[in-house]
């Protein structure tokens, strides 16, 4: 799917979450495994779209509001036959995990359940006023910003995260996971290894590979390089140099990075690049 970036929080420093406004141009976007609790809501007009998220197929009109809800491991793909403008947020695990701790909920016995196509006139409110720092064009309500990101994920645990302990028998439980997931995160840069990983996780190196790939659908080193691939884009759209992020990041080279974007995301650092520019031109003329 072709898009432009109109407006980021990268460098804003928002606790837990990120989000982006994207101008798409119809197309197909698809994602493996997410790293972390996807929210999209159509914030331009309507478009005819399809959905395939956790084995659900969903065709639909999709109109300017609709909200989309892809949890911390589900695979989703996109394919949209029109023009558009959405809203992306990212939720952190640990973002969600405190909100639940919070909420005096058991992190390890919930689970948010995939939306497709949701109206929840909160989230609408919630996005909009996202939405609406994204485009002021300010870094100064950081937390303002944050007890928006912090509403949104006590809102999806309220609503749409039914108490489930079957769904931690499968693979890892989810103190593990996150143990490790935080592991691989704040060791991007790192040349990780099977045998730390196992250590973090307390078990065998054959039982650590089928634990990871039931708990997230991949096998761990295919994960690793979309999350490295993830932190790449964020860094490049706030002007880092190619070769400076892929040293940063643990790929071999500039070249082994841009064939993992192109792999992960259909893209390469270039075409970021390209698609990028003109957006932040827009940006500066409305300030």
């Known amino acids: 799917m072709v898009h432009a970036l109109k407006a980021t929080s990268s460098g804003r420093l928002w606790t837990g979450f990120d989000a982006a406004i994207y101008d798409t141009f119809g ?27 956790d084995g659900r ?11 989309d809800v892809v949890p911390l491991g589900c695979s989703v793909r996109w394919e949209d036959e029109g023009p558009t403008t959405t809203l992306s947020i990212h939720l952190s695990p640990s973002l969600v995990r ?17 939306q497709l196509q949701l109206t929840d006139p909160h989230i609408q409110h919630i996005c909009w006023a996202i939405a609406a720092e994204l485009e002021e064009g300010e870094a100064s309500h950081r937390l303002y910003a944050d007890s928006l990101g912090t509403a ?22 989810s103190r593990e996971l996150r143990r490790v997931l935080d592991y691989i ?14 250590q973090i996780a307390g078990v065998s190196a054959s ?5 990871f790939k039931e708990s997230l659908g991949v096998p761990v080193h295919q994960y690793v ?8 884009v964020s860094l490049l759209l706030q002007g880092r140099a190619a070769s400076d992020v892929a040293l940063d990041l643990g790929f071999a080279d500039q070249s082994h ?23 932040s031109q827009d940006s500066k003329s409305k300030l």
């Open 27 to 53: 197309g197909v976007m698809e994602f493996s495994p997410s790293a972390s609790h996807h929210v999209s809501m159509t914030v331009g007009p309507p478009v005819r779209a399809t959905c395939r998220c």
């Open 57 to 67: 197929l969903h065709r639909r009109l999709q109109a300017t509001g609709d909200i």
């Open 98 to 114: 405190t909100a639940a701790d919070g909420m005096g909920l058991n992190s390890d016995l919930v689970f948010i359940e995939p």
């Open 152 to 173: 949104l994920a006590a809102h999806l645990l309220r609503r749409y995260a039914p108490i489930a302990p079957h769904r931690i028998k499968r693979g890892f439980s």
């Open 185 to 198: 995160g704040d060791n991007l840069g790192q040349n990780l290894t099977l045998v730390e990983l196992t």
């Open 207 to 211: 039982h650590f590979k089928s634990l």
């Open 225 to 232: 390089v979309q999350r490295r691939v993830q932190a790449a």
């Open 257 to 279: 990075m841009a064939r993992c974007m192109r792999r992960v995301l259909g893209m390469t650092p270039g075409d970021l690049r390209y698609l990028s520019a003109p957006a």
